[in-house]
């Protein structure tokens, strides 16, 4: 019996310990299916084997640069087992492929054996000691599992006194999710490279380029990818391949394209086979046809002689293309974005026969892009699923909006992803993240969806977060950036986790100003955390600025002679709470949105005295803007419950612009004020339009202002 095999079967029979101080602290992410903790901390020392059946592979590679770091010894990397007993520490990276040793297979693993309900990317640890030898086995049934297992050894190697440490444990783990990604943004190179080596370890295996990453996969689709364009992606491909990371190039040859894609356009069809071919020669297998944010309707003649209705030509076009693609490669990937990606957007016969021609025409290997019940979504159940799934006649691939900001890039979301069903992973066929621009940051909000992703029955979305943060923040930090990150943990709907002075003394609101500030400082201090801090202080330091104003604001403002102001986030209400108060870099902005999303109203209260009794005739000047919508947002504006203005709001859109409003002395009282501006339509979703921005409000007598 080799040695390697007396290892797997001391594994095998090895009696779980009871818990003990060994692991204490330690917080794996993501979270393994089973964990049982002996009673010992096995020291790491020299000499030290890793012991693989490809020496150079990168889970051999990753162990070897961890014992480097931690233990301080560079060890010996080889396939030879025959020289174990020369070492104190030995790592054992075991596949089902074993481990060939001068062409006899009758070590490791045998072949075409199976660790029963760990699947393909599943793999078992375990650490013991046999003597003086520390001894760590991963085994696995496939490379895949070894690199995975190697990710969490990661995580159970710690220093203790300048020596290196890992607890005696034995894990059995496994993912739920086949398909666990991100997609990127409109990042630097730098920045994907970054996050590329970030992904592997949080054992996300699928990554989607942007098609807004380059100018080639979107309004300039026509146009072929230049050689430094190709040379980046090639980066990243080579990069990820090896470390089992699927990459996928999406491309929206409609959204702002011009013109836009012909769907019964041979010529079309040609350009963008010769698109994905050239993206092909550098090693990427999944492409991604977007079709997403465009009008539900055919827009050009050619089409409509050609097509019934929309879904037919979509249908079509997405078929000819996998014809053509599959006549590269039969194992290409495709995968489709319909233009109604979300439940909510299937109202109405046209739509509802649209997304059930696409899944009716649609071959069942071409999955299908599904963004939950809204574009952000709150929650996702396995019911949604279904719903979407019966649609389209498959299980939906999730594109879960979180935690995006495009649309307030000036908003972090920080906190863990939540209220997704433990059990989606039966009703979908994948899921891919949309993240921040800010690609640093985004990676605390990732790192939980990876655990839940990984193991969503044991998903604990507080444990995650704390798990995300030591992640990130590393031993020194994590406690300074925990506090920052509170700022920014609430969930999409939920209302934003942020410091009250409603229960506090005028010492306590000061202390906790002070407190917020010291941990902004001292969080830009961490070398370590340089890019991170790129991302965060900007916005930080605004989000600190209002949450101070907002504490020391204990009190209504007093009216003066020049009468009273305030800056937009100082009213209260409104969705300052949920998306800050930045907007592309201007700060002290708030939003109403429709009545439906709850954030539909704002308000400020200030305090007439017999001193300052109202008299004559008063203007409310607004500093505001619209949305980027066509129709104007529908607002409602009054003091002390009598109405000064109702209707359009009059504003521009995107652009800043004041307004004046007259109004009388009886609507003012000698006492406490309360101004309100509410969004007054009925319907619609937070961060989407009908919405209006304030960014200074004013009240001054005419006369003062010499009218």
């Known amino acids: 019996m080799t040695r390697i095999l007396q290892l797997q079967l001391c594994f095998l029979l090895a009696a779980a310990a009871p818990a003990c101080p060994a692991h204490a602290g330690l917080q794996l992410i993501p979270t393994p299916w089973k964990v049982d903790w002996g009673q010992s901390r096995l020291e790491i020392a020299a000499p030290c084997l890793v012991l693989a059946a490809e020496p150079d592979s990168p889970a051999a590679l990753d162990a070897a640069d961890l014992i480097g ?14 020289r174990l007993a020369n070492f104190r520490s030995v790592i054992v990276l075991s596949d089902r492929r074993g481990l060939d040793v001068s062409g006899q297979a ?9 660790w029963r309900g760990i699947g393909s990317e599943g793999y078992v640890l375990k650490t013991l000691r046999r003597g003086e030898t520390t001894i760590v086995l991963i085994a696995a049934n496939s490379p895949a599992g070894t690199f995975y297992g190697v990710q969490t050894l990661k995580q159970l190697v710690h220093r203790r006194k300048g020596r290196a440490f890992v607890p005696e444990c034995s894990i059995v783990d496994r993912p739920a999710f086949n398909v666990r990604g991100i997609k990127g943004l409109w990042w630097r190179e730098e920045q994907y490279q970054e996050m590329m080596t970030w992904l592997p370890r949080q054992k996300l295996n699928f990554f989607m380029f942007c098609y807004s990453m380059y100018p080639e996969t979107f309004s300039e689709w026509r146009r072929p990818f230049s050689a430094q364009q190709l040379s980046a992606m090639k980066r990243v491909v080579d990069y990820c391949t090896p470390r089992y990371v699927k990459v996928c190039l999406s491309i929206n040859p409609s959204i702002t394209a011009k013109p836009t894609l012909v769907y019964s356009s041979e010529r079309d069809l040609d350009t963008l086979v010769a698109k994905l071919k050239s993206a092909y020669d550098i090693g990427i297998r999944s492409f991604a046809l977007c079709l997403d ?49 979300t439940t909510a957007s299937v109202s109405g016969p046209a739509a509802e026969e649209y997304i059930r021609t696409i899944g009716e025409r ?17 929650s996702i159940t396995d019911l949604d699923a279904d719903k979407f799934g019966g649609w389209i006649r498959r299980n939906p691939f999730i594109w ?53 992703l990984w193991n969503p029955e044991a998903y604990d979305p507080r444990r995650s977060f704390e798990a995300a943060i030591r992640n990130v923040g590393g031993s020194s930090a994590w406690k300074d950036l925990r506090m920052a990150a509170e700022l920014y943990s609430d969930f999409l709907g939920e209302p ?4 009250s002075a409603s229960n506090l003394s005028p010492g306590d609101v000061e202390s906790s100003a002070r407190r917020l500030e010291s941990m902004a400082k001292r969080l830009a201090g961490y070398p370590e955390l340089r890019r991170l801090n790129a991302d965060l202080q900007p916005i930080l330091s605004s989000r600190i600025s209002a949450v101070i104003r907002r504490l020391m604001a204990v009190k209504p403002k007093e009216w003066t002679a020049e009468g009273v102001s305030f800056v937009g986030d100082e009213l209260s209400g409104g969705a300052v709470d949920v998306y800050g108060s930045n907007y592309r870099g201007l700060s002290g902005c708030n939003w109403v949105y429709a009545k439906s999303t709850g954030l539909h109203e704002m308000s400020a209260k200030f305090l007439m005295s017999k001193a300052s009794a109202p008299h004559g005739l008063y203007v409310l000047t607004i500093e505001g803007q619209d949305d980027d919508f066509e129709s104007k947002c529908e607002i409602r504006i009054s003091l002390n419950g009598r109405t000064i203005y109702q209707g359009p709001s009059g504003f521009p859109d995107a652009k800043w612009a004041t307004r004046e409003f007259e109004l009388p002395a009886e609507h003012f009282v000698k006492a406490a004020n309360v101004l309100r501006i509410e969004n007054i339509h009925a319907t619609g979703q937070q961060g989407m339009p009908p919405w209006f921005m304030v960014r200074k409000v004013e009240l001054k007598t005419a006369s003062y202002l010499g009218k």
């Not at 233990?71 to 025959?82: C, F, L, N, Q, Y």
């Not at 055919?298 to 693609?325: I, P, Y």
């Not at 649609?362 to 709150?378: A, I, N, Y």
């Not at 934003?496 to 410091?499: D, F, T």
Request: proline share 10%.
């Open 496 to 499: 934003a986790n942020l410091p």
């Open 362 to 378: 649609l071959p069942p290997r071409v999955k299908v892009f599904w963004t939950g019940p809204v574009v952000c979504s709150p």
């Open 400 to 452: 879960d909006n979180y935690p995006v900001n495009d649309y307030c890039p000036n908003r972090l979301y920080l906190g863990a992803v939540k209220n997704r069903s433990p059990k989606l992973h039966e009703h979908v066929s994948g899921w891919i993240s949309n993240p921040m621009m800010q690609s640093e940051a985004s990676k605390i909000p990732l790192a939980t969806i990876a655990d839940y």
């Open 69 to 82: 770091k931690l233990a301080g010894v560079s060890p010996e990397v080889s396939k030879r087992e025959d």
């Open 106 to 114: 009758a070590s490791g693993i045998p072949v075409g054996f199976r």
């Open 293 to 341: 944010d465009i009008a539900l309707e055919l827009q050009n003649e050619e089409d409509k002689a050609a097509f019934k209705n929309f879904g037919e030509a979509q249908a079509h076009f997405v078929n000819a293309l996998l014809c053509r693609l599959e006549s590269v490669d039969p194992t290409i990937e495709l995968i489709f974005c319909p233009t109604t990606y």
